[in-house]
Structures are given as structure tokens and as C-alpha cells.
């Protein structure tokens, strides 16, 4: 299961973008892309959850793009995840 969205407003609800599945895929890696293809997240191997922040600022809502690697010779997994304010 990959969460399609999340709310990263400081309620305690949602506020981190988190795949609990990659925990049985070590070295997975994620990585999120803005609308113009800038990188704003990549976890590199570690089950790290996003907290919707590019260097310490959060992001503008709306839609990222996301590619997962599992590192087990299977297709790569993409898809979109909604920052919602």
C-alpha cells in the first residue's frame, strides 16, 4: 500500500508521506520529483518517511511524482502523492 496523499500541517494526523511496506525491502528507494522534474526527496536506501519539506521548507501543495526502486529486479513503481494543506 502507497499512500496517495498526506497533510504535513503540524496536527499530528497524517503529516508524513510514509510506505510502511518498504521495511521488508531493504535498500528500496524512493524518490520524489516536483512538476518540473527537480528531485525534492530521496530517501537513499532508508525507510525515511517525507515530511513534504524540500531543504527545510515546506513544499507548495499539490501533486509530486514519485519512483519507487525495490532493488529485486522488478519493475520500477511510480505514481503521484498529493501534498494537502
Request: glycine share 10%; net charge neutral; no cysteine.
Amino acid at each position: 500500500y502507497i499512500p496517495n496523499a498526506f497533510t504535513p500541517n503540524g496536527d499530528g494526523l497524517n503529516d508524513t508521506w510514509d510506505i510502511e511496506t518498504l521495511a521488508i525491502y531493504p535498500g528500496a528507494e524512493v524518490k520524489v520529483y516536483n512538476r518540473y522534474g527537480q528531485m525534492v526527496f530521496d530517501n537513499n536506501g532508508k525507510n525515511i518517511s517525507w515530511d513534504g519539506k524540500f531543504k527545510g521548507s515546506p513544499l507548495p501543495a499539490g501533486a509530486y511524482v514519485y519512483i519507487i526502486n525495490l532493488k529485486n529486479n522488478t519493475a520500477l513503481i511510480k505514481g503521484a502523492v498529493y501534498i494537502i494543506y
